[in-house]
């Protein structure tokens, strides 16, 4: 994708805004620490939590704002704009670096903030506006990684720039420049975005533009629910980030090379998980990766606190020093470890709320997603202040984050149980098998069809769900819908149960009027037509059933086999299944084969049997 004008040209605009954002405020912060008595009476500390609050504040002010806008205008035109923006912001910084005026230099950095609150719904709306379905996780994993990278190399930049005993300001200022009028170059080739409601009237007030955008989140839960699991990451994250200096002085008894270093090791890591994303994700938007996460987020959380025992160097460590010690290397495993999980953790909740918001809204969603993310990096340090007045230890506020990390995982899970749904189909499509898929671009973007497939196993539907990207509701025997653990899958997916009709009538038509009704709403409806599990890998001859759903309401038939599972531990290869675990080891090898969409009219028990069977072929 990096190749192509769609997203090329914008990453880069991407990198470059992040990478000079930080350039300036590190450079800014470094010399408020070593120069602040020179430039002012306030404290050094007041300064640099000051100059952090302010350049969060614009976010806050113009969120609401920058959404309408982005949802007014163009795109590649607001892109452009707020490049010259940034521009004129770094030669306001250039000047006050020369007359070390630090007025200048805090009017920069909030313009700063502004310049980046108004990209903001831009850079995420643009992202589904030129991307498929299938390249959200990627482009967005890309994005990510790109940022990170961006902040740790804008970071080290800054530092070493402003270091420079003679000139370092001018320096400083020569490079914001520089890179800012890169990205306005770069920006005239993003391509043109139209604008979803040109019509929009802009609304000037951010209080109640605010409170409007909070009002049209909770009306798509899963949406608000993605957004407050992405805070929580910005939240976790600024938490950690903003005690490198302290844990690292205090703690580990490293010097400035151990932050970068271990910045390093952070920002990697979670260019590494965001770029895994796509892969585990088999290139779509996969939400059962957000509890992988999440799981991943709190164990080396509560890992890194036992790793974090204080050394008795006399002279601050090196980071050279520092890695020749293997003492240390499980703190470096740790911070890998939870900015890799913390990379399966973000990137599919950007593109769920990219994926399920709605085109005319995507950039106001944006903006309140950026003001829910300040608002918890301000609550971040609140209580990281809060915890160390306390008493606590850096340690400790790690151990507390991610025992809290788990107890909010479990409140949005407990809310929307279909991420962990996602996860348990997710966890047994990588752990008990391995799935080879052809022929899914057979199955429809929108609109109603019934999915009809051969019955191996007790886990079909599960391996079906996992290869889909489309939410199938699988009409299954009463019993199999019953069983532990699957239960819950199954009740979350809005499996529907059937018996026949001697066992229980009236669930038989219930089943048959559920099926009705999931139709005419335009949904998939998945069935086995054989009636049962297969006890000797042969297709069985398929029912009646698929007849009267077809009469009742005409739609396609999408054909699907599975492919190697009979024999697996959860088929009846023994007579009964589940009595022999692991019989053919971990992984083993399966397959799922989609058909082309077969019109209502020529939709038989026979024909479709004929067809799964071909499908399917000699491989059981």
Same mark, same amino acid.
């Given at each position: 994708m990096l190749k192509q004008r769609r997203f090329g040209p914008f990453?880069?605009?991407?990198?470059?805004?992040?990478?000079?954002?930080?350039?300036?405020?590190?450079?800014?912060?470094?010399?408020?620490?070593?120069?602040?008595?020179?430039?002012?009476?306030?404290?050094?500390?007041?300064?640099?939590?000051?100059?952090?609050?302010?350049? %969060?504040?614009?976010?806050?002010?113009?969120?609401?704002?920058?959404?309408?806008?982005?949802?007014?205008?163009?795109?590649?035109?607001?892109?452009?704009?707020?490049?010259?923006?940034?521009?004129?912001?770094?030669?306001?910084?250039?000047?006050?670096? @020369?007359?070390?005026?630090?007025?200048?230099?805090?009017?920069? =950095?909030?313009?700063?903030?502004?310049?980046?609150?108004?990209?903001?719904?831009?850079?995420?709306?643009?992202?589904?506006?030129?991307?498929?379905?299938?390249?959200?996780?990627?482009?967005?994993?890309?994005?990510?990684?790109?940022?990170?990278?961006? %902040?740790?190399?804008?970071?080290?930049?800054?530092?070493?720039?402003?270091?420079?005993?003679?000139?370092?300001?001018?320096?400083?200022?020569?490079?914001?420049?520089?890179?800012?009028?890169?990205?306005?170059?770069?920006?005239?080739?993003?391509?043109?975005?139209?604008?979803?409601?040109?019509?929009?009237?802009?609304?000037?007030?951010?209080?109640?533009?605010?409170?409007?955008?909070?009002?049209?989140?909770?009306?798509?839960?899963?949406?608000?629910?993605?957004?407050?699991?992405?805070?929580?990451?910005?939240? @976790?994250?600024?938490?950690?980030?903003?005690?490198?200096?302290? @844990?690292?002085?205090?703690? =580990?008894?490293?010097?400035?090379?151990?932050?970068?270093?271990?910045?390093?090791?952070?920002?990697?890591?979670?260019?590494?998980?965001?770029?895994?994303?796509?892969?585990?994700?088999?290139?779509?938007?996969?939400?059962?990766?957000?509890?992988?996460?999440?799981?991943?987020?709190?164990?080396?959380? %509560?890992?890194?606190?036992?790793?974090?025992?204080?050394?008795?160097?006399?002279?601050?460590?090196?980071?050279?020093?520092?890695?020749?010690?293997?003492? @240390?290397?499980?703190?470096?495993?740790?911070?890998?470890?939870?900015?890799?999980?913390?990379?399966?953790? %973000?990137?599919?909740?950007y593109a769920l709320i990219q994926s399920r918001s709605e085109p005319s809204h995507q950039a106001r969603v944006i903006a309140g997603n950026n003001i829910m993310n300040a608002a918890f990096m301000v609550l971040a340090a609140v209580l990281a202040i809060a915890c160390l007045q306390a008493g606590f230890t850096i340690p400790q506020l790690f151990l507390l984050t991610g025992v809290l990390n788990a107890l909010v995982a479990y409140y949005i899970f407990k809310l929307v149980p279909e991420f962990l749904m996602r996860f348990l189909v997710w966890l047994l499509i990588h752990t008990v098998y391995r799935l080879e898929k052809s022929g899914l671009e057979h199955i429809p973007e929108r609109g109603a069809a019934v999915v009809v497939c051969n019955h191996a196993s007790f886990v079909d539907a599960l391996v079906i769900a996992a290869a889909c990207r489309r939410p199938i509701r699988f009409v299954m025997d009463h019993r199999i819908f019953k069983m532990p653990v699957l239960n819950f899958v199954f009740r979350v997916s809005r499996a529907i149960p059937i018996a026949a009709a001697r066992e229980d009538a009236r669930l038989l038509e219930r089943a048959y009027d559920d099926i009705a009704k999931a139709l005419e709403a335009g949904e998939l409806v998945g069935i086995f037509p054989e009636g049962a599990i297969t006890r000797d890998g042969e297709i069985q001859p398929f029912r009646s059933g698929i007849k009267r759903i077809i009469e009742r309401t005409p739609v396609p038939v999408l054909p699907m086999a599975l492919r190697g599972l009979w024999g697996s531990y959860f088929s009846r290869v023994e007579g009964a299944a589940m009595k022999s675990p692991l019989r053919r080891g971990v992984l083993s090898k399966i397959g799922l084969a989609v058909g082309a969409l077969v019109p209502p009219q020529a939709a038989t028990p026979e024909g479709l049997q004929a067809i799964v069977t071909q499908l399917r072929g000699d491989w059981k």
């Open positions: 990453f880069s605009v991407q990198f470059l805004g992040a990478f000079n954002d930080n350039v300036f405020r590190n450079a800014l912060v470094i010399m408020l620490t070593f120069q602040a008595a020179s430039m002012t009476t306030l404290s050094t500390g007041f300064l640099v939590n000051f100059c952090a609050g302010l350049f %969060i504040l614009p976010f806050f002010l113009f969120s609401a704002t920058a959404g309408q806008l982005a949802d007014k205008y163009e795109r590649s035109r607001l892109i452009r704009l707020t490049k010259l923006l940034e521009i004129a912001v770094m030669v306001l910084g250039a000047v006050g670096f @020369y007359l070390r005026d630090l007025t200048l230099l805090l009017v920069a =950095l909030f313009l700063m903030g502004a310049q980046s609150t108004l990209f903001g719904p831009v850079k995420y709306a643009y992202l589904p506006q030129h991307l498929k379905k299938d390249e959200l996780v990627g482009g967005n994993g890309m994005l990510d990684a790109g940022t990170f990278l961006a %902040i740790l190399l804008g970071t080290i930049l800054g530092g070493v720039l402003i270091g420079i005993k003679s000139g370092g300001a001018m320096w400083v200022s020569a490079a914001v420049i520089t890179i800012a009028i890169a990205g306005y170059v770069a920006s005239h080739r993003v391509p043109h975005s139209p604008a979803p409601m040109p019509a929009l009237k802009i609304n000037w007030n951010p209080i109640t533009e605010t409170w409007a955008n909070f009002r049209f989140l909770r009306g798509n839960r899963v949406v608000f629910l993605s957004i407050l699991g992405i805070s929580w990451f910005w939240f @976790y994250g600024a938490l950690f980030l903003s005690q490198f200096p302290g @844990y690292v002085k205090d703690v =580990l008894g490293g010097d400035e090379t151990v932050v970068t270093l271990l910045l390093a090791t952070f920002s990697v890591g979670i260019g590494v998980g965001s770029l895994l994303c796509e892969k585990l994700s088999g290139h779509k938007i996969e939400i059962g990766l957000v509890p992988f996460g999440a799981i991943g987020m709190t164990v080396f959380a %509560i890992d890194l606190y036992f790793a974090s025992g204080a050394r008795g160097h006399g002279a601050a460590l090196h980071a050279l020093t520092f890695l020749s010690d293997p003492g @240390y290397w499980r703190v470096l495993f740790d911070l890998a470890m939870i900015a890799g999980f913390s990379g399966f953790f %973000i990137v599919p909740l």
